[in-house]
C-alpha cells in the first residue's frame, strides 16, 4: 500500500489549509497513520499521528492547539488540519504508516523510518 500525501502550498501567516494522505489500497486498524516534516536545512521532525484503529492522537509540542489530525476510515485517508500557520511552518510534509502506537511517534522515531515518499511542500509567508 502506497500513502500520497498531497493538499500543500502557498499560504500566508494566519492562513488555515488542510493535507490530505490517501492510501491506495485499505488503511489497516493496526496502523498508525501520521505526519512529519522538513524545513530546509533542518532535520525532519514528527508533527503528528492517529491511530486508524481507535482515533488517539499525539501531537509535537510546536503544533498543539494549532494543527488537527483526522481520518476518514472509509476513504483511506488521514487528514492535517492546520490553522494559525505561521512562517516556521514552512517545510515539506510527508506521510506515513507504521504498526507503532502513536505515543511512540516522537522526533527520534524519524530514525526507524527508513523510506519516504515524496512529500507535499508548504509555504507559509510572513
Known amino acids: 500500500v502506497q500513502l500520497q500525501a498531497s493538499g500543500g502550498g502557498l499560504v500566508q501567516a494566519g492562513d488555515s489549509l488542510r493535507l490530505s494522505c490517501t492510501a491506495s489500497g485499505r488503511m489497516l486498524s493496526s496502523w498508525t497513520v501520521g505526519w512529519f516534516r522538513q524545513a530546509p536545512g533542518k532535520e525532519r521532525e514528527f508533527v503528528a499521528a492517529?491511530?486508524?484503529?481507535?482515533?488517539?492522537?499525539k501531537y509535537a509540542d510546536s503544533v498543539k492547539g494549532r494543527f488537527t489530525i483526522s481520518k476518514d476510515s472509509p476513504e483511506h485517508t488521514a487528514f492535517l488540519q492546520m490553522n494559525s500557520l505561521r512562517p516556521d511552518d514552512t517545510a515539506v510534509y510527508y506521510c506515513?504508516?507504521?504498526?507503532?502506537?502513536?505515543?511512540?511517534?516522537?522526533?527520534?522515531?524519524?530514525?526507524?523510518?527508513?523510506?519516504w515518499g515524496q512529500g507535499t511542500e508548504l509555504t507559509v509567508s510572513s
Open positions: 506515513k504508516a507504521t504498526t507503532d502506537r502513536p505515543v511512540y511517534w516522537n522526533n527520534d522515531y524519524v530514525a526507524r523510518i527508513s523510506s
Open positions: 492517529i491511530s486508524w484503529r481507535d482515533g488517539y492522537t
